[in-house]
């Protein structure tokens, strides 16, 4: 049984539909990617799994409990078994690296500070970042704060993890780097990742199975290889970078004829 | 979460200034220090008119403020002002003749009761009554038995 | 009907915002009982709100009491009143003065702090990623600085009325040769500690509970971008003027009306 199952889950923000029935499977163990063009909604799936968020339509199933039905304290429990990690990495900036990935053990457990310290170099360690600790988060660098958001991701030792963009903006080093934690981490704590990204290279090269989303639905998942092989326009154009295709370049409207004469008649 | 000893430390400072002002504010500023009620002791006296005499004004011997007006009441039956002095209890030598007297302080200052020791060997006690008072003064009573007086004079 | 439209709109809008804010506060006053057991959050927001505004109100109230002497002295002596000096200043501070203008001082330093605070906590998602880690930041982050501003402003309030009235008292005393008895005995006197301090003391309660309420309100709501928390921390310190000047009114009234 998969980890997660959406079904049927349409979200509107105002007027705009951001996604127009949606069905997805995430299973166990597996590194599950979810791709498409910039503002197709992905981060709000993310909210939306993770029940920040509220869909108009349709049901998230998260360990088989539907997650918009749980009163509030069960919704708290089943989040401390998800690990989210956000874009910007969403460190708490007054305090340490340390007391970061301290974070929720302190929070939620009641481990003495001694067991903690060792955990939290345990998590740091996995990272890279272990002789970071006492830095304050405005003192490294986007791909450190990253890691150290991971790291405080699976403090915990969550079921799951959550990557919000994980490699938007980075350098070919801290790409890499991130690319091979994601792929370890998933290993070796047998978690299960869903990896949002618009960065086709790296999410091609760890993910298990990639949906791919556009215009509010799914328009087609497969492995890695089977999407290369696709022979749908959309699934085309996003593979091979095109620029113009099912997704237009130009921002649709006036043709520049009418628009050049146009403004030549008002002269 | 590293709780800075310094952190509490003023934190404990700054709550001991507040405190310090509150207390400042209550002895050297307020008339906080005067009240030491619960050791007073109560009599109770009648006047016709009581002014503008009002519940915590003074009550003075010989311009020495031994008391404060507790509270001021309507008796229903003879249509005067009873008012229950609460004098401290180091003063309990006042004899039972003391007659009690409204005064103002100053030209337009407040009103406030002073009393006049009697000669009586009998001290007041808590509950007492002090039978000598007189009222306030009313200036319009004044200015017209002055102009009374005056037109009967010229006859 | 443009005007119409946009006087419904306005209406609406600020109906929605008053609404978003009642709930909100309901929200921090049920996370102070965590709080609470938590209060060592508490007191590192005690630190940053009260502690760190101490200097300001020191100087500010100083400078208040000083001008109050000046003033009223020159007011007093036409009726050779000025040996009510000492009155005078301790009733303007503490009835008015203190809580007012300390609880303005407090807007416009703390209170856009928190709000500059909050709005960026809220634009670098770390509300949301407490919330992903299953940490009520409303438990964690709001309630200890509304607790903070709440406990601190009463005492900054009686801090300020203390020093302005000895900065009234070296001015008239030091400088303008009022008697020095006189000042303090006639304050003594007519200074009431329930009526006039006390009553202080309420006003400046109340003024800590909805400043910072507007302070931690407006920066949880601002819009996650550089612009809106700007807007945000001047939407918080005006706000806060017209609840603090208008609640003024209304409790002076309560309070003072029938004397």
């Given at each position: 049984?998969?980890?997660?199952?959406?079904?049927?889950?349409?979200?509107?923000?105002?007027?705009?539909?951001?996604?127009k029935?949606?069905?997805?499977?995430?299973?166990?163990?597996?590194?599950?990617?979810?791709?498409?063009?910039?503002?197709?909604?992905?981060?709000?799936?993310?909210?939306?799994?993770?029940?920040?968020?509220?869909?108009?339509q349709g049901?998230?199933?998260?360990?088989?409990?539907?997650?918009?039905?749980?009163?509030?304290?069960?919704?708290?429990?089943?989040?401390?078994?998800?690990?989210?990690?956000?874009?910007?990495?969403?460190?708490?900036?007054?305090?340490?690296?340390?007391d970061?990935v301290?974070?929720?053990?302190?929070?939620?457990t009641?481990?003495?500070?001694?067991?903690?310290?060792?955990?939290?170099?345990?998590?740091?360690?996995?990272?890279?970042?272990?002789?970071?600790?006492?830095?304050?988060?405005?003192?490294?660098?986007?791909?450190?704060?990253?890691?150290?958001?991971?790291?405080?991701?699976v403090?915990?030792?969550?079921?799951?993890?959550?990557?919000?963009?994980?490699?938007?903006?980075?350098?070919?080093?801290?790409?890499?780097?991130?690319?091979?934690?994601?792929?370890?981490?998933?290993?070796?704590?047998g978690?299960?990742?869903?990896?949002?990204?618009?960065?086709?290279?790296?999410?091609?090269?760890?993910?298990?199975?990639?949906?791919?989303?556009?215009?509010?639905?799914v328009?087609?998942?497969?492995?890695?290889?089977?999407?290369?092989?696709s022979?749908?326009?959309?699934?085309?154009?996003?593979?091979?970078?095109?620029?113009?295709?099912?997704?237009?370049?130009?921002?649709?409207?006036?043709?520049?004829?009418?628009?050049?004469?146009?403004?030549?008649?008002?002269? | 979460?590293r709780?800075k000893?310094?952190?509490?430390?003023?934190?404990?400072?700054?709550?001991l200034?507040?405190?310090?002002?509150?207390?400042?504010?209550?002895?050297?500023?307020?008339?906080?220090?005067?009240?030491?009620?619960?050791q007073?002791y109560?009599?109770?006296?009648?006047?016709?008119?009581?002014?503008?005499?009002?519940?915590?004004?003074?009550?003075?011997?010989?311009?020495?403020?031994?008391?404060?007006?507790?509270?001021?009441?309507?008796?229903?039956?003879?249509?005067?002002?009873?008012?229950?002095?609460?004098?401290?209890?180091?003063?309990?030598?006042?004899?039972?003749?003391?007659?009690?007297?409204?005064?103002?302080?100053g030209?337009?200052?407040?009103?406030?009761?002073g009393?006049e020791?009697?000669?009586?060997?009998?001290?007041?006690?808590?509950?007492?009554?002090i039978?000598?008072t007189?009222?306030?003064?009313?200036?319009?009573?004044?200015?017209?038995?002055?102009?009374?007086?005056?037109?009967?004079?010229?006859? | 009907?443009?005007?119409?439209?946009?006087?419904?709109?306005?209406?609406?809008?600020t109906?929605?915002?008053?609404?978003?804010?009642?709930?909100?506060?309901?929200?921090?006053l049920?996370?102070?009982?965590?709080?609470?057991?938590?209060?060592?959050?508490?007191?590192?927001?005690?630190?940053?709100?009260?502690?760190?505004?101490?200097?300001?109100?020191?100087?500010?109230?100083?400078?208040?009491?000083?001008?109050?002497?000046?003033q009223?002295?020159?007011t007093?002596?036409?009726?050779?009143?000025?040996?009510?000096?000492?009155?005078?200043?301790?009733?303007?501070l503490?009835?008015?003065?203190?809580?007012?203008?300390?609880?303005?001082?407090?807007?416009?330093r703390?209170?856009?702090?928190?709000?500059?605070?909050?709005?960026?906590?809220?634009?670098?998602?770390?509300?949301?990623?407490?919330?992903?880690?299953?940490?009520?930041?409303?438990?964690?982050?709001?309630?200890?600085?509304?607790?903070?501003?709440?406990?601190?402003?009463?005492?900054?309030?009686?801090?300020?009325?203390?020093?302005?009235?000895?900065?009234?008292?070296?001015?008239?005393?030091?400088?303008?040769?009022?008697?020095d008895?006189?000042?303090?005995?006639q304050?003594?006197?007519?200074?009431d500690?329930?009526?006039?301090?006390?009553?202080?003391?309420?006003?400046?309660?109340v003024f800590?509970?909805?400043?910072?309420?507007?302070?931690?309100?407006e920066?949880?709501?601002?819009?996650?971008?550089?612009?809106?928390?700007?807007?945000?921390?001047?939407?918080?310190?005006?706000?806060?003027?017209?609840?603090?000047?208008?609640?003024?009114?209304?409790?002076?009234?309560?309070?003072?009306?029938?004397?």
């Amino acid at each position: 049984m998969p980890l997660i199952e959406i079904r049927d889950l349409h979200f509107y923000r105002g007027d705009r539909a951001i996604f127009k029935g949606v069905d997805l499977d995430i299973y166990r163990g597996k590194v599950t990617a979810i791709m498409g063009p910039s503002g197709t909604g992905k981060t709000t799936l993310l909210k939306l799994i993770g029940g920040q968020l509220v869909p108009d339509q349709g049901t998230i199933m998260v360990d088989g409990q539907d997650v918009h039905r749980l009163p509030h304290a069960q919704l708290y429990e089943l989040r401390k078994r998800m690990g989210m990690l956000f874009q910007s990495g969403a460190l708490l900036t007054d305090i340490s690296v340390f007391d970061n990935v301290a974070f929720p053990l302190r929070e939620h457990t009641n481990l003495p500070e001694s067991m903690i310290r060792d955990l939290v170099s345990m998590k740091l360690q996995a990272v890279g970042l272990r002789n970071a600790k006492e830095l304050m988060p405005a003192e490294l660098s986007g791909g450190m704060a990253r890691r150290v958001a991971l790291a405080r991701a699976v403090a915990l030792d969550p079921m799951m993890i959550m990557y919000d963009e994980p490699f938007t903006g980075q350098d070919p080093i801290s790409m890499g780097t991130l690319v091979n934690l994601i792929k370890r981490i998933n290993q070796s704590m047998g978690l299960t990742s869903i990896v949002v990204s618009h960065d086709l290279e790296e999410t091609m090269a760890i993910a298990d199975e990639i949906y791919l989303l556009s215009g509010g639905k799914v328009i087609e998942r497969g492995t890695p290889d089977t999407l290369q092989d696709s022979s749908s326009e959309w699934v085309k154009q996003f593979v091979e970078g095109l620029p113009d295709g099912p997704v237009p370049f130009h921002f649709p409207g006036m043709s520049f004829e009418d628009d050049l004469l146009n403004r030549k008649a008002v002269k | 979460m590293r709780q800075k000893k310094s952190t509490e430390v003023t934190v404990g400072l700054f709550v001991l200034l507040g405190m310090g002002a509150l207390f400042f504010l209550a002895m050297k500023v307020s008339n906080l220090s005067a009240f030491n009620d619960e050791q007073g002791y109560r009599v109770t006296a009648e006047f016709e008119n009581i002014g503008g005499l009002k519940a915590r004004s003074p009550v003075t011997l010989a311009g020495v403020r031994i008391g404060r007006v507790e509270r001021i009441e309507l008796d229903p039956e003879t249509y005067n002002a009873n008012v229950v002095l609460n004098l401290y209890a180091s003063f309990d030598t006042l004899p039972t003749d003391t007659a009690a007297s409204i005064y103002t302080a100053g030209l337009l200052g407040e009103q406030y009761i002073g009393l006049e020791a009697g000669a009586e060997e009998e001290f007041l006690k808590d509950g007492d009554v002090i039978e000598l008072t007189q009222p306030a003064l009313v200036l319009e009573q004044v200015i017209g038995q002055f102009l009374f007086s005056k037109a009967e004079g010229d006859e | 009907m443009g005007t119409i439209q946009r006087l419904g709109q306005w209406a609406i809008g600020t109906s929605e915002r008053l609404g978003r804010g009642y709930l909100f506060l309901m929200a921090i006053l049920a996370g102070i009982p965590g709080s609470l057991f938590r209060f060592s959050l508490v007191i590192q927001q005690i630190y940053s709100v009260g502690v760190l505004s101490v200097l300001l109100i020191l100087i500010s109230g100083l400078f208040v009491g000083m001008v109050l002497g000046l003033q009223g002295y020159n007011t007093l002596v036409d009726f050779g009143a000025e040996e009510s000096l000492g009155v005078m200043v301790s009733l303007s501070l503490v009835r008015e003065l203190g809580p007012v203008v300390s609880a303005l001082l407090f807007a416009g330093r703390a209170g856009s702090a928190l709000t500059a605070e909050i709005g960026l906590m809220k634009s670098t998602e770390q509300l949301s990623g407490m919330e992903m880690m299953a940490v009520d930041p409303i438990r964690r982050v709001i309630t200890p600085r509304f607790l903070a501003g709440f406990i601190s402003l009463p005492f900054l309030a009686a801090i300020f009325s203390a020093v302005g009235i000895l900065g009234g008292y070296l001015v008239g005393y030091g400088l303008l040769g009022v008697d020095d008895g006189a000042f303090w005995t006639q304050m003594q006197t007519k200074t009431d500690w329930y009526d006039d301090i006390l009553n202080g003391v309420i006003k400046s309660i109340v003024f800590g509970f909805v400043v910072t309420w507007i302070a931690l309100f407006e920066g949880h709501d601002a819009i996650p971008t550089s612009e809106g928390v700007g807007r945000a921390t001047t939407r918080t310190v005006v706000h806060s003027a017209f609840a603090i000047l208008g609640l003024d009114f209304v409790l002076t009234a309560l309070m003072f009306g029938d004397v």
